[in-house]
């Protein structure tokens, strides 16, 4: 395999819905074998019944870890059993746990360097329930598996439109308790890093939105913005981080406000991803911020109203594919910079002369 080229794990996600659809669609053009080399975690018997039964061109290899992966070809790795059986947009446990061994094989090889980043296909919630994942989503079972302890920040993103979320998969009347003045400042600081870091944005701009209706109407319908809300944006702002607001959701998003900030971080989920996926459903990416892995998803779900029928967008796939490569690599380029600083410098008055000295440099060498 080569080593110059980003290694690009795939989860296959739930069986009975578009994810072999669109991976396949993607890798049917050969420029992205150029791009990366990809690894399918998932069964190679369900990836040719996929292929056949919606005539799809792409070819791939059998290996056994993606160690053995050719770098111009998709390869599959082989996660669980062959009698696993498709049935196109039924939610079934079988799906499920297929699923699941997929992601665990893909998260075992990237603890062991095979790896560089993640892409997952969508899965059932549902489905893959068991004893070992118990969980809401991809972004919390990811994060106790190989987070090291750091937090993790869902961000829904399209170009530079880009929204965080505070609260992700809770029920709405436990929205208001769950959000307090420090999980507040702990997004906003997992938000801020990440648009320097993983996106290469040297000071950027953070909207906040309000909680309530008319960011609470001066506490007239709620008091969260003036007791949690408010308080964290200043403090975040004596840290450093530039982030303004609140701002009522409604307004803020159907004014077009949004544009002129680098990120949004809207306080629960459906806040956040409604007007998100109305302007950018089809391309959108689910990228998983704030973790030592580099993991993003297409924005959309399992799809079963059109599994099976050969019309599902692999767009949204696939840009989660060019996301995951730039994170990578913005990454990469802020650990080299923080790895060589430059030597401080200052100068030195003598016999009215300005002397240029560098840190850690005699005299005599300069």
Do not use: W
Request: charge should be negative.
């Amino acid at each position: 395999m080569e080593r110059d080229k980003i290694r690009v794990g795939i989860t296959h996600g739930d069986i009975n819905g578009v994810g072999y659809e669109v991976i396949l669609k993607a890798f049917a053009d050969p420029m992205m074998l150029e791009l990366c080399t990809p690894v399918v975690y998932g069964s190679p018997k369900v990836a040719a019944y996929h292929r056949k039964a919606l005539d799809l061109p792409t070819n791939f290899s059998i290996v056994s870890s993606a160690a053995e992966a050719p770098h111009n070809k998709l390869s599959i790795v082989n996660c669980g059993g062959d009698e696993v059986k498709v049935e196109f947009s039924k939610p079934t446990p079988e799906a499920g746990k297929a699923a699941l061994d997929a992601l665990e094989k893909a998260l075992q090889e990237y603890r062991e360097g095979l790896i560089d980043v993640l892409v997952t296909a969508p899965i059932n919630k549902h489905t893959i329930q068991s004893e070992t994942f118990r969980f809401p989503g991809h972004t919390e079972y990811i994060e106790e598996r190989v987070g090291d302890g750091r937090k993790a920040l869902m961000i829904l993103m399209k170009d530079e439109f880009r929204v965080a979320l505070v609260t992700t998969h809770i029920p709405v009347k436990d929205i208001a308790s769950s959000i307090t003045k420090e999980l507040i400042k702990e997004k906003l600081s997992v938000f801020h890093r990440s648009l320097k870091q993983d996106f290469n944005i040297g000071c950027p701009r953070i909207a906040v939105l309000a909680l309530n209706p008319h960011a609470g109407d001066g506490g007239l319908i709620g008091t969260e913005e003036q007791e949690m809300i408010i308080p964290a944006i200043k403090e975040m702002v004596a840290e450093g981080v530039q982030c303004f607001g609140p701002y009522p959701a409604d307004g803020f998003m159907g004014s077009g406000s949004y544009t002129h900030f680098d990120g949004i971080l809207a306080m629960y989920h459906d806040q956040g991803l409604a007007p998100f996926k109305a302007l950018a459903m089809d391309d959108g990416v689910n990228y998983t911020a704030g973790l030592p892995i580099v993991r993003t998803s297409p924005a959309h779900g399992t799809a079963y109203d059109i599994a099976g029928q050969g019309v599902a967008s692999e767009e949204s796939f696939r840009q989660a594919l060019y996301v995951a490569m730039d994170v990578f690599r913005n990454r990469m380029r802020d650990k080299e910079i923080h790895a060589n600083p430059l030597r401080k410098q200052y100068y030195e008055k003598r016999d009215d002369s300005d002397k240029l000295k560098l840190d850690s440099i005699e005299e005599d060498e300069l």
